[in-house]
T-cell receptor, first 115, second 113 residues
Framework: AQKVTQAQTEISVVEKEDVTLDCVYETRDTTYYLFWYKQPPSGELVFLIRRNSFDEQNEISGRYSWNFQKSTSSFNFTITASQVVDSAVYFCALPLRGGSEKLVFGKGTKLTVNP | AAGVIQSPRHLIKEKRETATLKCYPIPRHDTVYWYQQGPGQDPQFLISFYEKMQSDKGSIPDRFSAQQFSDYHSELNMSSLELGDSALYFC????????????FGPGTRLTVL
C-alpha cells in the first residue's frame, strides 16, 4: 500500500540555517510521482514540487532543493538559508491509484524559523 | 492565473445542522477532489469526481454527499453535523493528462459548535 512517512514532527531553526525535511515513501507502483506541499499558518496548501520517479536528478529552485533517492525510497527537501517566512507545515505526498490519483499525505513536519 | 475557488472561507454551524461547501475548479480542469484536514492532522481524501461522475471514494461519512455539476463546480453537502466535523475542507482540481498535478483551493474552515 502507498505510505508516506515524515519522521520529523517538528523542527526549529534559527534564520539563515539550512534545514532538511525528510520523506520516506512506500509504493507498489513502478512509476509514480511524489509531491511536496507547504501549509503556512494561514492554512492554504501551496504546491511546491512534483517529481517523476523516472527522474532522479536533484532539483533546485532558489533556496529550495530536493534530493530524490529511489534506492532508499526517500524524497528529502532542503531549505538553504532559511527565513522566517519559511515557517509552515510541510507535507510530502504520493498518489494512491484506484479510480483516481488521490493523494496520500505524510503527517507533516512543522518548521519554525526563529529570527 | 486562475486558482481553485472555495466558498465560503469560514463557516460556523451548530450540531445537527447542515452545511454546503462549494468548489470552483481551475478552468479546463475536469477532476475535483475533496479532502478533510482535522486540527493538527494531514489532509484525508474524501471523494473525487471526473467529468461529473464520482471517480473515487475515501473515508467520507454517510452523512456527507457531493456532486459535480455540468459547469464542473462541485458541492460537498454535510448533514447532521457533529463536533468532530470541525476541520479545514480542501477542494483540489486537476486535469487528466497532467498526471495528478493537483492544485488546492484555500480551504473552507468549518467550525461546529
Amino acid at each position: 500500500a502507498q505510505k508516506v512517512t515524515q519522521a520529523q514532527t517538528e523542527i526549529s531553526v534559527v534564520e539563515k540555517e539550512d534545514v532538511t525535511l525528510d520523506c520516506v515513501y512506500e509504493t507498489r507502483d513502478t512509476t509514480y510521482y511524489l509531491f511536496w506541499y507547504k501549509q503556512p499558518p494561514s492554512g492554504e496548501l501551496v504546491f511546491l514540487i512534483r517529481r517523476n520517479s523516472f527522474d532522479e536528478q536533484n532539483e533546485i529552485s532558489g533556496r529550495y532543493s530536493w534530493n530524490f533517492q529511489k534506492s532508499t525510497s526517500s524524497f528529502n527537501f532542503t531549505i538553504t538559508a532559511s527565513q522566517v517566512v519559511d515557517s509552515a507545515v510541510y507535507f510530502c505526498a504520493l498518489p494512491l491509484r484506484g479510480g483516481s490519483e488521490k493523494l496520500v499525505f505524510g503527517k507533516g513536519t512543522k518548521l519554525t524559523v526563529n529570527p | 492565473a486562475a486558482g481553485v475557488i472555495q466558498s465560503p472561507r469560514h463557516l460556523i454551524k451548530e450540531k445537527r445542522e447542515t452545511a454546503t461547501l462549494k468548489c470552483y475548479p481551475i478552468p479546463r480542469h475536469d477532476t475535483v477532489y475533496w479532502y478533510q484536514q482535522g486540527p493538527g492532522q494531514d489532509p484525508q481524501f474524501l471523494i473525487s469526481f471526473y467529468e461529473k461522475m464520482q471517480s473515487d471514494k475515501g473515508s467520507i461519512p454517510d452523512r456527507f454527499s457531493a456532486q459535480q455539476f455540468s459547469d464542473y463546480h462541485s458541492e460537498l453537502n454535510m448533514s447532521s453535523l457533529e463536533l468532530g466535523d470541525s476541520a479545514l475542507y480542501f477542494c483540489a482540481s486537476s486535469s487528466r493528462g497532467t498526471y495528478n498535478e493537483q492544485f488546492f483551493g484555500p480551504g473552507t474552515r468549518l467550525t461546529v459548535l
